[in-house]
């Protein structure tokens, strides 16, 4: 049963520093061209948005009054304004084939969004172009943006034959085993952090010291110093013997409870996993089964409820964080493949801020 709660607009993510805010989860609904607007004060899908077939990665500025969804066919990034919930307008400029999931800048000016041909675009948000190209190994797919926005970490994954079938730069095609990090103000390359497999999804502590990540082969998730540039330690899921005996792959990564904990998925074995993050290694707390294919999770932004989405069964499911247990689930229309996601705290009232 959905319990309703007030949220705080302080917390996991980047929020609006006063004033009244809406809590809000816009889902990418993959199978459609619509990203679904849910309301987390009633756990209700309330809207559904236009945004280009295929909407994939969802970014939004420290403001939260504007979000960009970048669509994989055609190759667009759309803006709304989450005041509103009103499309502003769609940006046809060269993203590449199939833009992924990227990440802005906190002050709003520059989305650094991945492609499928195998680098990341930096799109100056006011002056509504492209304005530099970063190179990486594997495919553009993931990005994590460093709470303060001085660095932006670039997760390539890394792709087989179909994904190497894309249209690239000319520039060349190899196995990443590694996360880029780049300097967020001067748009370069500042160094590398070696992961030993194909990056993930990742996510960032509040305080920017750790990024959690996912990679292939591993079943659980890698801890990273951001500041050494190096893996200190790594989480690895309980299972069952049947379970071992099923191959399966980690995909989805949220930092919960003010930082103490990281929850992460097991597709294949449609599980959601939570970990106690202030312990080294991390220790496993809870276990949950989930829907089918579990793929992206998100946090409340006082980090209290965790949100899991279930693509192959069309769910998204709430899980309150300190009971460690399911409080309410929502039904897409079947087919529609609810993938990625963003919690935003829209402001109620409009904010100066820079687009």
């Given at each position: 049963?959905?319990?309703?709660?007030?949220?705080?607009?302080?917390?996991?993510?980047?929020a609006?520093?006063?004033?009244?805010?809406?809590?809000?989860?816009?889902?990418?609904?993959?199978?459609?061209?619509?990203?679904?607007v849910?309301?987390?004060?009633?756990?209700?899908?309330?809207k559904?948005?236009?945004?280009?077939n295929?909407?994939?990665?969802?970014?939004?500025?420290?403001?939260?009054?504007?979000?960009?969804?970048?669509?994989?066919?055609?190759?667009?990034?759309?803006?709304?304004?989450?005041?509103?919930?009103?499309?502003?307008?769609?940006?046809?400029?060269?993203?590449?084939?199939?833009?992924?999931n990227?990440?802005?800048?906190?002050?709003?000016?520059?989305?650094y969004?991945?492609?499928?041909?195998?680098?990341?675009?930096?799109?100056?948000?006011?002056?509504?172009?492209?304005?530099?190209y970063?190179h990486?190994?594997?495919?553009?797919?993931?990005?994590?943006?460093?709470?303060?926005?001085?660095?932006?970490y670039?997760?390539?994954?890394?792709?087989?034959?179909?994904?190497?079938?894309?249209?690239?730069?000319?520039?060349?095609?190899?196995?990443?085993?590694?996360?880029t990090?780049?300097d967020?103000?001067?748009?370069?390359?500042?160094?590398?952090?070696?992961?030993?497999?194909?990056?993930?999804?990742?996510?960032?502590?509040?305080?920017?010291?750790r990024?959690?990540?996912?990679?292939?082969?591993l079943?659980?998730?890698?801890?990273?110093?951001?500041?050494?540039?190096?893996?200190?330690?790594?989480?690895?899921?309980?299972?069952?013997?049947?379970?071992?005996?099923?191959?399966s792959?980690?995909?989805?990564?949220?930092?919960?409870?003010?930082?103490?904990?990281?929850?992460?998925?097991d597709?294949v074995?449609?599980?959601t996993?939570?970990?106690?993050?202030?312990?080294?290694?991390?220790?496993?707390?809870?276990?949950?089964?989930?829907g089918?294919?579990?793929?992206?999770?998100?946090?409340?932004?006082?980090?209290?409820?965790?949100?899991?989405?279930?693509?192959?069964?069309?769910?998204?499911?709430?899980?309150d964080?300190?009971?460690?247990?399911?409080?309410?689930r929502?039904?897409?229309?079947?087919?529609?493949?609810?993938?990625?996601?963003?919690?935003?705290?829209?402001?109620?009232?409009?904010?100066?801020?820079s687009?």
């Open positions: 049963v959905w319990l309703a709660s007030t949220f705080s607009s302080t917390a996991q993510t980047p609006p520093v006063s004033g009244t805010t809406q809590e809000k989860l816009y889902v990418s609904l993959e199978s459609t061209d619509t990203v679904g849910v309301d987390l004060k009633t756990f209700k899908h309330v559904t948005l236009k945004v280009g295929h909407p994939h990665g969802q970014a939004s500025p420290a403001s939260q009054d504007k979000l960009y969804v970048a669509a994989e066919i055609g190759g667009t990034v759309t803006l709304i304004d989450t005041i509103k919930d009103e499309v502003i307008k769609t940006f046809d400029v060269g993203f590449g084939v199939e833009p992924q990227g990440a802005i800048t906190p002050d709003g000016r520059f989305l969004q991945p492609s499928y041909a195998g680098y990341w675009q930096v799109f100056d948000t006011q002056k509504e172009t492209i304005v530099e970063i990486t190994l594997g495919i553009g797919h993931n990005t994590v943006m460093a709470p303060d926005g001085r660095f932006a670039l997760l390539p994954i890394a792709g087989g034959p179909g994904h190497f079938a894309r249209p690239s730069l000319g520039l060349p095609r190899t196995q990443p085993k590694e996360v990090v780049v967020a103000r001067m748009h370069k390359v500042a160094g590398t952090i070696p992961v030993g497999a194909g990056p993930r999804p990742g996510t960032i502590s509040p305080d920017g010291r990024l959690y990540m996912n990679v292939d082969d079943m659980g998730f890698l801890v990273i110093d951001t500041a050494a540039r190096k893996v200190i330690s790594k989480a690895t899921y309980t299972l069952t013997p049947d379970e071992q005996a099923v191959r792959r980690s995909h989805g990564i949220a930092v919960a409870n003010n930082g103490r904990e990281v929850w992460s998925n597709v074995h449609n599980l996993f939570a970990f106690d993050v202030t312990v080294d290694p991390p220790r496993q707390i809870a276990r949950f089964p989930v089918r294919q579990p793929y992206w999770i998100m946090t409340s932004k006082d980090g209290k409820t965790v949100y899991v989405n279930c693509p192959s069964s069309d769910e998204l499911i709430a899980f964080v300190d009971a460690k247990q399911e409080k309410g929502i039904q897409f229309p079947k087919g529609s493949r609810p993938t990625r996601m963003l919690t935003v705290a829209a402001p109620v009232v409009p904010m100066r801020t687009r």
